[in-house]
Structures are given as C-alpha cells and as structure tokens.
Nanobody, 115 residues
Framework: QVQLAESGGGSVQAGGSLRLSCFAS????????MGWYRQPPGKERELVAR???????TYDDSVKGRFTISRDKTRTKVYLQMDSLKPEDTAVYYC?????????WGQGTQVTVSS
C-alpha cells in the first residue's frame, strides 16, 4: 500500500502562484509514475504533469511554461509549482502514484483562482 499526503493549495488571484506538495509513504515500493491530476468543477479528472520512467516528464499543454513539476532525490516527494495561474486552473488537484500495477490517489486539495 502507498499512502499519499498532499499539502498546499488555496485561493489566489489570477497571475498568482501556488505550490503543491505530495509525500508518498508506505511499505517498500517501486514507483512507475508520480505526478498530479486535477478535476475542474463539472469536468473529468485530467493529467496536469507527471514523472514516468527514469525522469521523463509530461505536461498538459494548458500548463506548459507555467507549471513546474519536481521531486526530491528519494523520489518520495513530488511538488507542483504553479505560476501565472488562471481562473481556468481552478480545480481539485490530486497527487497520483502508479506502483506495481496499482494506482493510488491523494485526498485532493482545492485550488481556486479568481479573476
């Protein structure tokens, strides 16, 4: 089992910045992918950014150049630096880990961007 603990999020005006953090804990595990998804109001959950493989990074086109995903050397913590936030970034953001064929989700953290 993998447990994910998220922190960060909140409310900010358009153009502002926020930083999300996620810590993965549990028994010894091998992480195939780790990153962030979001679910805007009334919409499906979507990929924001994630690490896969050695250090391959994927960003959704809508956040490229504004969001930066990073992780610590132990690969148990992942961060999402969100700059130049827009109202359309408003969503519940979820930390995600894929390990040994299983998918794990954090509890979600609300990000609200006002115009």
């Amino acid at each position: 089992q993998v447990q994910l603990a998220e922190s960060g999020g909140g409310s900010v005006q358009a153009g502002g910045s926020l930083r999300l953090s996620c810590f993965a804990s549990g028994r010894r595990f091998s992480i195939a992918a780790m990153g962030w998804y979001r679910q805007p109001p009334g919409k499906e959950r979507e990929l924001v950014a994630r690490f896969t493989g050695n250090s391959d990074i994927t960003y959704d086109d809508s956040v490229k150049g504004r969001f930066t995903i990073s992780r610590d050397k132990t690969r148990t913590k992942v961060y999402l630096q969100m700059d130049s936030l827009k109202p359309e970034d408003t969503a519940v953001y979820y930390c995600n880990v894929v390990s040994l064929g299983n998918t794990y989700w954090g509890q979600g953290t609300q990000v609200t961007v006002s115009s």
